[in-house]
């Protein structure tokens, strides 16, 4: 099969769309290193799309985030958030470009070049009433492949409870909304349903994350499971993760380093899929 045909065919799986409106999924891969290494879970306090609850909970000062990485396939995705105090803003862009058109006949030259994309931006607020937190985002999205678009918009809810230091849980519904008709159809958004804890311990200068989590996405028939843990030791984090399902399995790494009002973070997934590896790299800066 060629190549750019391969890819296309890949991406329109990733993405679970089609010009027969089956709907996008771009909306449900990891959006952050550490999201792809510990898992998407809603109880992981930080840089995540999965709750907006606790999106910055941790943040008081100004902060910029940015993530950049290749999924499987050859597909690139960015995230970009900037928070402050209760809220920010959030921006992601999934795509694939130096795709070739072509017929059932072959020919030296494709009939034509193009690329596929999907991409979203929005806000988000968290409230806090004592050991509880509350969290909501709304998006507009934006859907193309070949010449073919879609345009809607996504609402998220997210919750999280606080046990003292060491112990939290999570709640959150992603994607609530809807999508303007591609081709003949609106496709439809994988509205994703969330729980996760999180046990942190610690001890002098190192203290150690676990994470689990469970997932039902309209799109998958069965359960998503997630396990991850971070080590961390004075400024240096090194973590590990897995990811079980009917269909796909996978294992990831990774490693943290902050350094003073700087912190980066190296992600890698390796899938049993067969479709390549994924990998990402966070940068954030907290400014005074």
Known sequence: MNRNLYLLTVFIIIL??????IGTQFLSIPNTARELVLGVNPALMGESFSNPAVSNSHVQNPDIFISHGSWIAGVTSTTIQLSKGNGGIQIRYTGISDLEFRTGIPTDNALAEFGAYGASFGGFYTKQFGSNILGFSINGIGFQIYDESSYGYA????FTKIFGKKFNVGLSVLNIGSMSVLSKTAPNLPVRVLSGVRYLSSYKSWSNEI????????FNSGLIYRIGNEFTWQKI???????LSEKVNSISGGI???????????GVQIGSQDLGLSQM????VRLP
Do not use: P
């Not at 609402?155 to 997210?158: I, K, S, T």
């Not at 943290?256 to 190296?266: D, I, K, P």
């Open 281 to 284: 790299l966070d940068f954030s």
């Open 16 to 21: 679970n769309t089609s010009v027969f409106g």
């Open 211 to 218: 994470l689990f989590s469970i997932e039902k996405s309209s």
């Open 256 to 266: 943290r380093l902050r350094l003073g009002m700087y912190s980066f973070q190296y």
């Open 155 to 158: 609402a998220d809810f997210g």
């Open 237 to 243: 984090a090194i973590q590990a993760g897995t990811q």
